[in-house]
């Protein structure tokens, strides 16, 4: 990974190491006939961050979905943190307690309160004490700024409060690396930036991310490398100010020219 | 933008108009009669033809049950009213009642059976306490262990090593929920918490706190063995169990066997493992497909012809088995139901989490689909309680066994409609209290999660 020497004022520093979080080789999955990854070679390394953008149906999403195995690949390698995915449970369970997960849709569970969806995993997983996972659950409710909303339902939240609930539950299991699936997406205009801010921070903390996201202030901004995706294929990926200002593809110019045309 | 702003200086003023009564005759109890009931003249026909039909049933009926009612007799004979007429004879109901109700057990030890029964309301009565804690231990503890206690009150004889200790465990649990339960209303904390505090672990790590409860559990463990070592009932077999008695312990095993073997047979079918997937799916068509009347008498008939020689199985055993599959493989088909109606988004989200099946089922899944089940599962609830009247045509005395027994009586015989309508009376109360209570579920477990 070289390092960055160009900064903008409020660009983050990268933080990025040499060691490896995540490696993916020549991955290739279908759904049914159709072929949605082919031969995905991609390395992150901890402390990165890295934006995943693309047309819909690109395979985005599931890329990211592969690295905890909600989705199965069916061909190539995938390690995280130095296990290798495959179908041991106890792999699976170990990667997915380590990697964090906000989905487009939040997918809160509805019948716990905020606390009570921070605390489950940490609880269960993690075997914490009620009280430890209590505390620290308000510890990062506090920092996604909605303490007061402990006692509350998902229901009873707008859909940013909800959004950062998620993000709230995920950091709740101390997790190495955090994947965000279209993360601002389903949210009303006026909420998307408390999300984004929230993700900002969580940036600088030097979280390994993963964001699946077409807001590209959010990846000039925060992003180490930007990775553009077509037919299930990665077509480029740069450092944000390379991949914006000159983008190699024909593909990726016209993708930009036409999300940023309004 | 400079054209808007002069624009709204030159608008008018907006000033709503006053609300002004609704039309006459369109609100309160007159508006309700026009619109519900005479709105037109075809409708008007129809409500007076149906008041006119409404009204010559209830004085037939009034004059069934009251005028022509008598109440002391002591046979069928006696209830003439006129020397050709019969009146209606509640007073071979009454003389029957007690038969209706527990059978044909023992008059001496029927007091076994109403103190089985008390204890199970007592056991469940914390449930519904707002104040208690650890309702689902409660719950739990009571559909799996009072059975044993309830087995033993009810059948009596000599206990086997086995029913020596899960009788015990049951005294013992029954003891724990009701203390737990006084603690719980009185000082506003549960059983475990006291005996953490008085044994002096409360300053000690969390993880230590269970031990002190697990000494007391096996102290009371061992004081209900105690407790129970010179109780001996007498032994009543299980042909002597009948009436209303039989047909809640035949629903009664069923209900409370159906919903976790339900939610077993669901996540099969919906298993990945495709063993399990089609012997789940050969049962639940198998069972769904046949009547329960059929699978009776299998059970009591054929079965017994594959066993070895001199091998027996107890009728009512084997049609409590019988029920028990056949509600199962019902209640599978709600439960898979329930299932599919929670978005798939919920399970990735436990499974991102790191949770396990069963954890993500058993936190996440289950109790949202639970409760968009309730209807269906207490419709099957009642449809059991009902269908167990079958077992009479096997031969086991349940309510309607009893009731049908009267007319065979020599003293009563031909009394059908009073004992039948008498059924029907308890029936109804025990459905229509299913029901109520589903609806004040579905309400209470809606309520605050605001989706």
């Not at chain 1, 209590?134 to 303490?147: C, D, F, N, S």
């Not at chain 2, 033809?49 to 009612?69: D, H, P």
Request: hydrophobic share 45%; glycine share 6%; net charge neutral.
């Amino acid at each position: 990974m070289n390092t960055k020497t160009e900064t903008e004022s409020n660009q983050l520093q990268s933080v990025a190491s040499d060691e490896v979080a995540i490696s993916m080789s020549k991955v290739n999955k279908w759904f049914g006939s159709f072929h949605v990854l082919k031969d995905i070679d991609l390395s992150v390394y901890k402390g990165e961050r890295i934006v995943i953008c693309g047309p819909s149906g690109s395979g985005k999403s599931t890329l990211i979905r592969c690295i905890n195995r909600l989705e199965e690949h069916q061909d190539g390698d995938i390690s995280v943190n130095g296990v290798t995915l495959d179908s041991n449970l106890k792999n699976i369970h170990a990667i997915r307690s380590d990697v964090g997960m906000v989905f487009q849709s939040f997918n809160l569970f509805p019948h716990l309160t905020v606390v009570e969806n921070c605390t489950l995993a940490p609880v269960w997983v993690r075997n914490m004490t009620k009280t430890e996972a209590q505390e620290i659950a308000m510890e990062y409710l506090t920092r996604v700024k909605i303490p007061e909303q402990a006692e509350k339902y998902p229901g009873q939240l707008s859909g940013g409060q909800q959004q950062r609930v998620a993000i709230a539950r995920s950091l709740c299991m101390n997790p190495q690396i955090m994947l965000f699936d279209e993360p601002t997406s389903a949210l009303d205009p006026e909420m998307i930036s408390e999300v984004l801010d929230v993700m900002i921070e969580l940036a600088e903390t030097g979280m390994t991310m993963l964001v699946v996201s077409h807001e590209m202030g959010f990846a000039r901004r925060v992003a180490d490398r930007v990775i553009f995706m077509d037919y299930g294929e990665i077509v480029e990926q740069n450092t944000p100010e390379e991949f914006f200002a000159n983008p190699k593809s024909d593909r990726t110019k016209l993708f930009l020219s036409q999300i940023l045309s309004h | 933008m400079t054209e808007i702003t002069e624009q709204n200086e030159v608008s008018e003023k907006f000033v709503p108009k006053p609300s002004l009564p609704p039309p006459p005759n369109t609100t309160g109890a007159i508006g309700w009669l026009r619109y519900n009931l005479f709105d037109g003249f075809l409708s008007s026909c129809l409500t007076v033809l149906s008041l006119i039909a409404i009204g010559f049933i209830c004085v037939n009926f009034y004059e069934w049950a009251f005028t022509k009612a008598v109440l002391e007799a002591a046979n069928r004979q006696e209830c003439r009213i006129t020397p050709t007429e019969f009146g209606t004879c509640w007073a071979g109901v009454k003389f029957w009642f007690t038969r209706f109700i527990y059978g044909r057990y023992t008059d001496t030890e029927i007091w076994r059976v109403n103190s089985a029964a008390i204890i199970l309301i007592l056991w469940m009565i914390p449930v519904w306490l707002p104040r208690v804690t650890a309702k689902l231990n409660i719950a739990l503890s009571g559909v799996l262990i009072f059975p044993f206690l309830a087995g033993y009150m009810f059948l009596g004889g000599d206990r086997n090593w086995f029913m020596e200790i899960m009788v015990s465990v049951a005294v013992g649990c029954f003891i724990t929920v009701i203390i737990h339960s006084l603690l719980c209303l009185f000082t506003g904390a549960g059983i475990s918490k006291w005996i953490i505090q008085l044994t002096g672990f409360a300053n000690r790590s969390e993880r230590l706190h269970k031990f002190p409860v697990i000494v007391f559990a096996v102290i009371i463990f061992l004081l209900s063995l105690f407790l129970i070592n010179d109780v001996a009932f007498k032994e009543m077999p299980n042909n002597l169990w009948g009436g209303l008695f039989l047909t809640l312990v035949i629903s009664g095993i069923g209900i409370a066997s159906a919903l976790p073997a339900g939610i077993l047979l669901a996540l099969g079918r919906r298993s990945k493992m495709t063993v399990i997937r089609v012997l789940c799916v050969a049962f639940i068509e198998l069972f769904r497909s046949v009547p329960l009347i059929t699978i009776l008498f299998m059970a009591t008939t054929m079965f017994p012809l594959f066993l070895p020689e001199g091998f027996h199985i107890n009728k009512l055993a084997s049609a409590i088995v019988a029920v028990c599959l056949f509600a199962a493989a019902y209640m599978a088909e709600v439960v898979r139901g329930g299932l599919q109606a929670i978005p798939k988004g919920q399970y990735e989200a436990a499974e991102a989490v790191g949770l396990t099946y069963w954890q993500s089922m058993g936190f996440i899944v289950m109790p949202q689909a639970l409760k968009y089940m309730i209807p269906n599962i207490v419709s099957n609830f009642m449809g059991l309680f009902k269908d167990t009247t079958l077992v009479s045509i096997i031969g086991l005395y349940d309510l309607l066994g009893m009731i049908n027994a009267v007319s065979q009586d020599p003293s009563w015989i031909g009394l059908h409609h009073e004992p039948l309508f008498t059924a029907a009376v308890i029936f109804f109360i025990g459905c229509f209290a299913m029901s109520k209570y589903s609806q004040y579920l579905e309400r209470n477990l809606g309520a605050g999660h605001g989706r």
